[in-house]
């Protein structure tokens, strides 16, 4: 059975792809998707029809409405086409390159509004979303990756733990929060691996929220689950915890106006 190089295998793909050949790859990169793929059939989920999904979206809708005679704003949810990717010009994401769509979906509503990153105020629309066929699913996320990633060997490890550790790498890698001023390079990894998993019979990718409890679900077909509600949120609070990762500097400086 094929076996990684090395624990850091992800990260010489990675960087490969970003900055040397992206669309005709170096033959280390043909070596590390073959083994990607001989080592995913242990991370194979069958996902029943009929499951009940959650997907985010900021925003809300008003409309005009008339009662007794008066006219009155109502406001809700968006409506049932915005809570749906565009079909022919979707937004890139950490699973689909710019228009190819892609359905995101979480397995907790609050982890759902989370993912979007909403500011205190803002009104968030929440769908309800239902599978509606079976699904074979590549989960990503195994086992806890926060050790594995900043772990440092002296030398290899044996084959098992390197595979470990490269696909707590690459759950890390899709799991990795996207916002609008991340650089579409940073994507080109993970857009990679999952044209790998759809190719290969897989209907979506399955990783870790970092900001939520919950699971993340990418659907490669938009229509493999449906809306059946739809809820209207606003955020109350945001709350941020922060703990020192690193070693400060100091400059022998003399802070201004103390001369």
Same mark, same amino acid.
């Given at each position: 059975m094929p076996e990684f190089d090395s624990g850091d295998s992800y990260y010489v793909f990675a960087h490969s792809v970003r900055r040397k050949a992206r669309y005709v790859f170096e033959d280390q990169v043909d070596k590390f %998707?073959? =083994?990607?793929? +001989? =080592?995913?059939? =242990?991370?194979?989920? &069958?996902f029943p029809s009929k499951r009940f %999904?959650?997907? +985010?979206? %900021?925003g809300d809708h008003q409309e005009e409405v008339e009662i007794d005679g008066e006219l009155s704003s109502d406001q809700g949810p968006l409506p049932h086409a915005r809570m749906k990717p565009l079909a022919h010009s979707p937004h890139e994401g950490r699973v689909n390159p710019k228009g190819i769509p892609c359905l995101y979906l979480t397995t907790e509503k609050e982890t759902a509004m989370a993912e979007v990153r909403p500011w205190i105020g803002s009104y968030i629309s929440v769908g309800q979303f239902e599978t509606v066929k079976d699904l074979t %699913?590549? &989960?990503c996320f195994r086992q806890q990756g926060t050790d594995l990633l900043h772990h440092w060997y002296n030398e290899e490890p044996d084959s098992d733990k390197r595979e470990t550790a490269v696909w707590a790498h690459i759950d890390h890698a899709f799991s990795q929060p996207v916002s609008a001023d991340n650089p579409t390079t940073e994507y080109i990894p993970t857009q990679i691996l999952a044209e790998l998993f759809r190719k290969n019979g897989f209907d979506g990718v399955v990783y870790k929220s970092l900001l939520g409890e919950g699971f993340n679900i990418a659907l490669f077909d938009i229509d493999a689950a449906k809306l059946v509600n739809c809820f209207l949120y606003s955020a109350k609070s945001v709350d941020f915890k922060f703990e020192e990762a690193g070693n400060p500097y100091f400059l022998n400086a003399t802070p201004k106006g103390k001369e």
């Open positions: %998707l073959h =083994t990607v793929l +001989a =080592t995913s059939h =242990t991370r194979k989920i &069958n %999904l959650w997907r +985010a979206q %900021l %699913l590549i &989960n």
